[in-house]
């Protein structure tokens, strides 16, 4: 594997490979954006196939990788020290041919399902909003933005929901998060017992991400504390819908996020696994 040190250096490779092979198929199409991002931060690698090329972007705990390759090529999976994921996105119904061609060929090299979301979209109603003016959720619950003394028991919530979610930041970017006002927290008993992030992805859309609530406190109402103050602060931001990606199995979020009017968009992202 080798390192990729400028977005130049990325683009020249795929455009090289579009031209070389007219049929190349892929598994996840990389935007420029992220991959300038995964650049920056010293986490993206390639490695050269007989037709076409795969990057890999290195995570704490896992490689996710994505093929560019003649529809007709071998492709060869990059040794690693860690497990590698493959990411498919589409819309259901409609597969992508690029997805179900490249879904053949990892499937026969040993690629098993692991993850499977819907993004999911509700308009922000003013009768799921709760006043900022006060850190106080219940008698028993306070809210505050992150700071940098919780990233430990932020990163101990998210790893112990899933390791493999790509979205869970870690070093410089937690720090850039928090500085943000990304990631807001709620307390019970002097502790972090939940967390969420949100994000202004433009003018009128909001995201929210990674909610995660302490095992030991689940079912006591947080995870509806953590929605009505994501919408409340996606709303003081301007945002007038709010968009999410949630397991499709994790029913305890769906029943949840269902009541602040989340539905599926029809949009489907897969993730494979190779350990």
């Known amino acids: 594997m080798m390192k990729i040190k400028e ?5 020249d490779f795929l455009n090289k490979y579009q ?16 991959a300038a991002d995964h650049i920056e931060r010293g986490r993206m690698y ?13 995570e704490r705990d896992f490689y996710k990788l994505y093929f560019y390759v003649s529809e007709t ?3 060869h999976v990059p040794e690693g020290d860690r497990p590698r994921l493959l990411e498919y996105i589409y819309m259901e119904g409609r597969e992508d041919p690029h997805v179900e061609k490249m879904r ?27 006043s900022l003016d006060t850190g106080r959720l219940r008698e028993d619950l306070f809210w ?15 790893t112990a929901m899933d390791i493999y979610n790509s979205a ?4 410089q970017e ?15 008993e002097g502790r972090v017992r939940g967390v969420v992030r949100v994000k202004q992805e433009n003018r009128k859309t909001g995201s929210i991400w990674l909610v995660a609530v302490d095992g030991e406190y689940r079912r006591q109402g947080i995870a509806s504390e953590l929605y009505k103050l994501s919408l409340s602060v996606l709303k003081a931001r301007g945002c007038r819908q709010a968009i999410e990606w949630c397991d499709e199995k994790n029913q305890a979020i769906l029943s949840v996020s269902g009541k602040f009017g989340f539905q599926p968009d029809g949009t489907v992202s897969e993730t494979y696994i190779l350990k």
């Open 168 to 171: 869970i930041p870690e070093g």
């Open 46 to 58: 390639y490695e050269k196939q007989e037709e076409g090329i795969v990057f890999l972007v290195k």
């Open 73 to 75: 090529a071998e492709i």
């Open 7 to 11: 977005i130049k250096e990325y683009t």
């Open 104 to 130: 053949k060929k990892t499937g026969a090299l040993g690629f098993l399902p692991c993850v499977r979301n819907k993004r999911h979209r509700a308009l922000i109603h003013d009768e799921y909003l709760i």
């Open 144 to 158: 505050e933005y992150a700071s940098e003394k919780d990233a430990l028991s932020l990163c101990h919530l998210w």
């Open 19 to 34: 031209k070389e092979f007219p049929d190349m198929i892929y598994n996840h199409m990389m935007l420029p954006g992220e």
């Open 174 to 188: 937690l720090v850039e998060m928090i500085a943000a006002n990304e990631l807001l927290t709620i307390w019970k």
